[in-house]
């Protein structure tokens, strides 16, 4: 059963990895909006889009169902940084979030507020 499951994530990402991301902007100014646009040109370079897209939930909730859940607050964004960096399961369903140990805490923070200012 594992092994389809992974075998699903492998070929939707695959799929999903010939669709177009779509920016949304993040309405906030200042230094904010600065760490926002990092955090999205950051997540570009990631594998984020094969498992999520801004406004509709694929493997992972949609985006802006994650910036509805979480107020951004300091503790928010480090939660879902160290999600980013070590993945996990459970909050949204059984099917796993690939860990993405090689990003840097820093990066991870700039992803998770990019994120978490699209709630609007």
Known sequence: MKIKILAAIIALGALSSFSNYESVPTGYSGKEDIQASEGELIMKKQDCATCHKIDKKVIGPSFLDIAKKYPMNDKNINYLSDK?????????????MAAHTALKKDDAK???KYILSLNK
């Open 84 to 96: 980013i960096i070590k993945g996990g399961s459970g909050v949204w369903g059984t099917i796993p």
């Open 110 to 112: 700039k992803i998770a």
